[in-house]
Nanobody, 114 residues
Framework: QVQFVESGGGLVQPGGSLRLSCAVS????????MGWYRQAPGKQRELVAY???????NYADSVKGRFTISRDNAKNTVYLQMNSLKSEDTAVYYC????????WGQGTQVTVSS
């Protein structure tokens, strides 16, 4: 079973940056679309960004121009570079397949606060 291990979260001031990483087990990583999701308190989980096997990307309007998703197929890892962070970016961040069909990991907490 594929496992997702997220890391890199923390407490950051508004306007700051963080880089999240997600290590993915399994040999199919390089051929699947991967996504970053987030769930804020009291809200449903939402798709933030995804990256296809060929490197195509797409972003939610709320993060477009501030977040960048990337992948390293040699390391089975997907990244999320988050710049110009806002308080509304506070959430637990998860990675999963673009279809969200995998089992969810523990996620990594991102808190944006002064």
């Amino acid at each position: 079973q594929v496992q997702f291990v997220e890391s890199g979260g923390g407490l950051v001031q508004p306007g700051g940056s963080l880089r999240l990483s997600c290590a993915v087990s399994g040999s199919m990583f390089r051929i699947v679309t991967m996504g970053w999701y987030r769930q804020a308190p009291g809200k449903q989980r939402e798709l933030v960004a995804y990256i296809t096997s060929s490197g195509g990307t797409n972003y939610a309007d709320s993060v477009k121009g501030r977040f960048t998703i990337s992948r390293d197929n040699a390391k089975n890892t997907v990244y999320l570079q988050m710049n110009s962070l806002k308080s509304e970016d506070t959430a637990v961040y998860y990675c999963n397949f673009g279809s969200a069909a995998g089992s969810w990991g523990q996620g990594t907490q991102v808190t944006v606060s002064s």
